[in-house]
């Protein structure tokens, strides 16, 4: 006991530290450690001797800036483009703002957008596109900082939000003599709108399919879940043959719908289905004790889900949603099976061309890049969002 | 002797023969009781004698399948309007206190409030506030309830019942889940609320508790109530053998 | 409230939109009128669009002949039903989803461990590898493996591996396996070796539960099952392996034989090959799926506390027994629903099969809704194809799963 003053100056033995010590404890801890890395590096170094050969010597490169316009937005026509960049440019605003006035997740966000935009303005695109990108990381800038701390804009911001989704279609659809048909939708611009639009309209069919599940009413019940178990039972584009085949069928006589807005549709459907299964998971997850202490305090059951139930439900399961997010994302490419251009099927077409056949690597490769960022960027934001939330420490 | 001086002789819950099944397990067989208002009742028995679901049937948190529960003059039936006429007359506070995580424990107390009494959100803060205050944790009104502890919780919950200004407050084991440290802090408080006149009925093992505060002990064993009580004559003079058994095991430790 | 008239009851009468028995069935009722009414609506308008149409609903259509033909699978000529040919599509789907579980479970969960491997270098390359290959529509990955295949080269200038494999632009031929002269033969060895097992396990099972245990109370006596499977795991198997190996020996001939791809005229005959459909399809499920699977695999193992590889260790076992005794028997309950479900969406995803011009089950029922115009009853049958195959597999994996969890409680 009286040697406690000693003992506390004494020092750790000396220990190794720095990049050898990193390289040891690492890569070359045990023997079979070491083989596995010494493969590692053997394997490295040939694919990325390969793919850089081939980047850099082989590949035709000609044939993405040639094609860069129908890639990004199909056959929009260009003197009707200022509509997609005005949309653009009003995103970009409302995405400054929330960034400045809701700071944490909002602002990962922003960054994460902000980030895209910035490697666009760095890769050798077209000097128009990059004009865009760098205006827009301007308004998202200045907008954050304007934005900053107002609280009392909350409310307008929101607003706006909801506001921004009619504004984006009729924006880009036009009207009277400037109206750009969906045929013309493709690119780039349809796959994002395909996405934004699966994911809004499927988030709250989805929240009622789960509710519809979990019911004690024995029909609604089972006809939610025959719904959710045949949806997820067979592959989308089984659904989305129907839905170009079938619907007209059932549909009354003169009836037609757009070919963009039965993609759509069926998107939302589909993914309706995955995103109950998700919420019901988050549902299933509450004890039974919040439920009853709602009803104690005499909320009806309608309350009871929407301030005690589905807040929590859904913040347990945003992981699984973002999840959901993303595969919807990438499955929009399966909408060409039934005729629409988006970014795969813009590619296919362009590959169908004589003058640049034979260039599927490049091509496909260029796509998978675009995807990537996307998809990558949403698991990103979904990753941050898990570490705040604490999910899983408890 | 338990102060009855706020007891008087109107009802305010009737029972009669009160029958609850789970599938085939007959859980409550035949209730029948009387509580009157300002009467602080403790409700013991071994676990799986159906004290809990008995509190519980009261504001039908589980469906009584035959006889009658009436609750301030209203009767718990099959009527949508009375379930929550009744839930709003009754409190409760459960064991595992049950508040919800997601909102502030302030939020916690002023959901009932707003969304079911239609009050203001400024009213319901205030009187919020000041429950918390007559809790002793008006400093935690913005912490959520994960950061305080199991005692402050149930001290919330306490409150969170208390804010829709029930005549009858039902408590489901209220100590079980806490730290022995903590007992005593949410036992006080609820003897404050004795004191104020309030209708209590308590579901406790805390023999100390009940001999203080209760003007009678029901002891339950296999759905029925085989025994009832003033504290003197259920402690000092039990008459039946189960009741015996009991008393001498609660008070060994 | 009531504090006047406490002692007046208010039961007596319930008005019927406040009671909650009726409530209750009249919501019901709603929702079921309003799904017949919507399904009368669908109907009605089918009816209107068919004979708009001018199709005739009926699957007397699939007696005739198809006049298509299929590029792979089980023999199938022209001349031949739709019934058949929709037959020859379920089976392709179901040999792809097979094969392409295989190779995506063995993939995955290579790098599901690789992404927990305490070597860095390894770690990091496991990491790319699932981020890449998961945040990529499989479209797009199956397109782009099918694209490589059009610049391997001719048959004559195949990529061949130790002369059994063999990769040109129709496809890949590979040596394998085959029944051979000998095969009959063993097949007796193999009969007679099963029915001597059988014989000796029940024998056992007899044994051990009347003599053996004859001292014990009757309670703590085994069951006869668990005997049987005991008797089934301790004397049945390697009875059977011992006459099945006798077997080999004696037979005169070879039971089996492996075959090599050989070049003969322009192609390669002998052993197996997948055409270049297959292939594409194959690498591109199978690689897609493993980003899932390997996932899985890490957060599943990750997901058993650390308190129990502590525990485990304070035990004294040794870290490969920690794994093997303690972490794996966990993580397998965790990792089989998320698996499960990875397995069903490769057998989905084998639908994009159309896209290259694999016939599965969907590109089969395409082509006969294209050449009949039957689309209804096509399309039902394509997704009856599909639930089936969804839900049995799900239905054995629940099973599976109850059966390991109920051991681990």
């Keep these: 006991m009286e040697n406690l003053a000693f003992t506390q100056e004494v020092k750790p033995p000396n220990t190794q530290k720095g990049p050898v010590k990193w390289l040891k404890d690492n890569l070359f801890s045990t023997w079979y450690n070491s083989i596995l890395t010494c493969l590692g590096l053997v394997i490295l170094f040939f694919v990325f001797k390969s793919v850089f050969t081939w980047v850099f010597t082989q590949a035709n490169w000609k044939v993405i800036p040639a094609n860069l316009q129908i890639l990004?937005?199909?056959?929009?026509?260009?003197?009707?483009?200022?509509?997609?960049?005005?949309?653009?440019?009003?995103?970009?605003?409302?995405?400054?703002?929330?960034?400045?006035?809701?700071?944490?997740?909002?602002?990962?966000?922003?960054?994460?957008?902000?980030?895209?935009?910035a490697i666009i303005l760095l890769l050798p695109f077209h000097i128009s596109v990059r004009e865009h990108a760098l205006i827009a990381n301007v308004i998202i800038a200045v907008c954050f900082a304007i934005g900053r701390d107002r609280d009392n804009w909350k409310r307008w911001v929101v607003i706006g939000w909801v506001l921004s989704f009619p504004w984006t279609m009729i924006m880009l659809?036009?009207?009277?003599?400037?109206?750009?048909?969906?045929?013309?939708?493709?690119?780039?611009?349809?796959?994002?709108?395909?996405?934004?639009?699966?994911?809004?309209?499927?988030?709250?069919?989805?929240?009622?399919?789960?509710l519809g599940r979990r019911s004690q009413l024995p029909a609604i019940r089972w006809v939610s879940t025959i719904y959710i178990e045949t949806v997820r039972g067979v592959p989308l584009i089984t659904l989305l043959f129907m839905g170009s085949l079938l619907l007209p069928i059932f549909m009354p006589g003169d009836f037609?719908?757009?070919?963009?807005?039965?993609?759509?549709?069926?998107?939302?459907?589909?993914?309706?289905?995955?995103?109950?299964?998700?919420?019901?998971?988050?549902?299933?997850?509450?004890?039974?004790?919040?439920?009853?202490?709602?009803?104690?305090?005499?909320?009806?059951?309608?309350?009871?889900?929407?301030?005690?139930?589905?807040?929590?439900?859904?913040?347990?399961?945003?992981?699984?949603?973002?999840?959901?997010?993303?595969?919807?994302?990438?499955?929009?490419?399966?909408?060409?099976?039934?005729?629409?251009?988006?970014?795969?099927?813009?590619?296919?077409?362009?590959?169908?061309?004589?003058?640049?056949?034979?260039?599927?690597?490049?091509?496909?490769?260029?796509?998978?890049?675009?995807?990537?960022?996307?998809?990558?960027?949403?698991?990103?934001?979904?990753?941050?969002?898990?570490?705040?939330?604490?999910?899983?420490?408890? | 002797m338990a102060e009855n001086e706020n007891t008087t002789n109107d009802p305010i819950i009737i029972c009669e023969d009160v029958h609850k099944w789970f599938d085939d397990f007959h859980v409550l067989k035949g209730?029948?009781?009387?509580?009157?208002?300002?009467?602080?009742?403790?409700?013991?028995?071994?676990?799986?004698?159906?004290?809990?679901?008995?509190?519980?049937?009261?504001?039908?948190?589980?469906?009584?399948?035959?006889?009658?529960?009436?609750?301030?003059?209203?009767?718990?039936?099959?009527?949508?309007?009375?379930?929550?006429?009744?839930?709003?007359?009754?409190?409760?506070?459960?064991?595992?206190?049950?508040?919800?995580?997601?909102?502030?424990?302030?939020?916690?107390?002023?959901?009932?409030?707003?969304?079911?009494?239609?009050?203001?959100?400024?009213?319901?803060?205030?009187?919020?506030?000041?429950?918390?205050?007559?809790?002793?944790?008006?400093?935690?009104?913005?912490?959520?309830?994960?950061?305080?502890?199991?005692?402050?919780?149930?001290?919330?919950?306490?409150?969170?019942?208390?804010?829709?200004?029930?005549?009858?407050?039902?408590?489901?084991?209220?100590?079980?889940?806490?730290?022995?440290?903590?007992?005593?802090?949410?036992?006080?408080?609820?003897?404050?609320?004795?004191?104020?006149?309030?209708?209590?009925?308590?579901?406790?093992?805390?023999?100390?508790?009940?001999?203080?505060?209760?003007?009678?002990?029901?002891?339950?064993?296999?759905?029925?109530?085989?025994?009832?009580?003033?504290?003197a004559d259920f402690f000092d003079n039990p008459q039946h053998e189960r009741t015996k058994l009991f008393i001498s095991q609660t008070l060994q430790h | 409230m009531m504090e006047d008239n406490s002692h007046k009851i208010l039961s007596d009468k319930i008005p019927f939109y406040r009671d909650i028995r009726f409530l209750k069935v009249f919501f019901q009722i709603l929702f079921v009128i309003g799904i017949i009414l919507l399904t009368?609506?669908?109907?009605?308008?089918?009816?209107?669009?068919?004979?708009?149409?001018?199709?005739?609903?009926?699957?007397?259509?699939?007696?005739?002949?198809?006049?298509?033909?299929?590029?792979?699978?089980?023999?199938?000529?022209?001349?031949?039903?739709?019934?058949?040919?929709?037959?020859?599509?379920?089976?392709?789907?179901?040999?792809?989803?097979?094969?392409?579980?295989?190779?995506?479970?063995?993939?995955?969960?290579?790098?599901?461990?690789?992404r927990l491997s305490n070597n860095w270098l390894i770690r990091q390359i496991a990491s790319v590898y699932v981020e890449c290959f998961r945040n990529i529509p499989l479209l797009l990955q199956i397109l782009f493996w099918y694209a490589l295949t059009r610049v391997l080269p001719v048959v004559r200038e195949s990529i061949s591996f130790f002369n059994s494999i063999f990769i040109n632009n129709r496809g890949v031929y590979f040596a394998f396996v085959e029944r051979a002269d000998g095969f009959n033969a063993w097949l007796w060895y193999l009969l007679s070796g099963s029915i001597l097992a059988i014989f000796v396990v029940l024998g056992?099972?007899?044994?051990?539960?009347?003599?053996?245990?004859?001292?014990?109370?009757?309670?703590?006596?085994?069951?006869?099952?668990?005997?049987?499977?005991?008797?089934?795991?301790?004397?049945?198997a390697p009875i059977f392996l011992i006459v099945a190996i006798v077997g080999w020996f004696l037979t005169p001939e070879q039971p089996f034989a492996v075959t090599r791809p050989a070049l003969q005229g322009f192609n390669f005959v002998g052993g197996m090959s997948f055409s270049p459909e297959f292939s594409a399809l194959l690498i591109g499920l199978a690689v897609y799926t493993s980003a899932f699977i390997a996932e899985v695999v890490r957060s599943g193992i990750q997901a058993v506390v650390r308190g129990q590889r502590e525990a485990a260790r304070a035990v004294g076992l040794k870290e490969s027994q920690v794994l093997r005794l303690v972490v794996i028997p966990q993580a397998i309950p965790i990792i089989v629903p998320p698996l499960t479900s990875q397995y069903l969406n490769l057998a989905k995803n084998s639908s994009l099969a159309i896209f290259i011009g694999f016939p599965d089950l969907f590109m089969v029922g395409e082509t006969m809704i294209n050449q009949t115009g039957q689309s209804i009853p096509v399309f039902a049958m394509i997704m009856v194809s599909y639930l089936i195959m969804s839900l049995t597999t799900s239905a054995f994996m629940n099973w599976y799963n109850r059966r390991i969890t109920r051991v681990g409680k």
Aim: glycine share 10%; net charge negative.
């Design chain 3, 40 to 114: 009368g609506f669908l109907y009605v308008n089918m009816l209107n669009g068919l004979s708009r149409q001018g199709i005739e609903l009926g699957l007397n259509f699939l007696n005739s002949e198809a006049g298509f033909e299929l590029s792979e699978g089980i023999d199938f000529e022209p001349s031949e039903t739709y019934l058949k040919a929709f037959w020859v599509g379920i089976v392709n789907t179901i040999k792809i989803s097979i094969i392409g579980i295989f190779c995506a479970t063995v993939i995955g969960f290579f790098f599901g461990i690789a």
């Design chain 3, 204 to 236: 056992f099972a007899a044994f051990r539960y009347f003599f053996r245990f004859r001292e014990l109370q009757q309670t703590a006596r085994p069951s006869f099952i668990s005997n049987i499977t005991f008797g089934a795991k301790w004397a049945a």
């Design chain 1, 173 to 210: 659809h036009g009207f009277g003599a400037d109206t750009v048909t969906t045929t013309n939708w493709g690119g780039l611009l349809l796959t994002l709108i395909l996405a934004a639009i699966g994911i809004l309209a499927c988030f709250p069919l989805g929240v009622l399919l789960a």
């Design chain 2, 31 to 231: 209730i029948t009781t009387t509580f009157k208002k300002g009467e602080k009742a403790v409700i013991c028995g071994p676990s799986g004698s159906g004290k809990s679901t008995f509190i519980r049937t009261i504001n039908h948190l589980e469906e009584h399948q035959r006889g009658t529960i009436i609750v301030d003059g209203i009767e718990l039936s099959n009527d949508l309007r009375n379930i929550n006429l009744i839930r709003q007359e009754v409190g409760m506070v459960f064991q595992q206190f049950n508040l919800f995580p997601h909102l502030t424990n302030l939020k916690n107390i002023t959901l009932g409030p707003i969304q079911v009494r239609k009050m203001s959100k400024s009213a319901a803060e205030e009187a919020a506030l000041a429950l918390l205050e007559r809790m002793d944790i008006a400093d935690q009104a913005y912490k959520y309830p994960a950061e305080i502890s199991g005692g402050q919780q149930q001290r919330v919950a306490i409150a969170r019942a208390l804010a829709m200004e029930p005549k009858i407050m039902l408590f489901d084991e209220p100590t079980s889940a806490l730290d022995p440290e903590m007992i005593s802090e949410v036992l006080d408080v609820m003897r404050e609320l004795a004191h104020s006149g309030m209708t209590m009925l308590v579901v406790t093992h805390e023999m100390g508790f009940a001999r203080e505060v209760a003007d009678r002990i029901m002891f339950f064993d296999e759905g029925v109530v085989i025994e009832e009580a003033a504290p």
């Design chain 1, 72 to 117: 990004s937005i199909g056959s929009y026509p260009l003197e009707q483009i200022w509509r997609v960049s005005s949309v653009i440019y009003g995103l970009a605003v409302l995405l400054g703002l929330s960034a400045g006035i809701w700071n944490g997740l909002t602002r990962q966000i922003t960054v994460a957008i902000g980030c895209i935009g």
């Design chain 1, 256 to 394: 037609q719908l757009d070919k963009v807005i039965r993609a759509m549709v069926v998107l939302t459907l589909f993914s309706a289905a995955y995103m109950a299964e998700n919420v019901r998971g988050g549902l299933q997850a509450i004890p039974p004790g919040q439920v009853e202490a709602a009803q104690a305090v005499g909320l009806t059951y309608p309350k009871t889900m929407l301030f005690i139930d589905l807040p929590q439900a859904l913040r347990s399961v945003i992981p699984a949603i973002v999840g959901q997010f993303i595969a919807l994302f990438k499955d929009t490419s399966l909408v060409s099976v039934v005729g629409l251009l988006d970014l795969l099927g813009i590619g296919r077409s362009i590959l169908g061309n004589p003058d640049w056949q034979g260039l599927q690597p490049e091509v496909y490769l260029f796509i998978a890049v675009i995807y990537f960022i996307f998809c990558y960027a949403m698991s990103f934001v979904s990753q941050k969002v898990e570490a705040d939330l604490g999910i899983g420490k408890h």
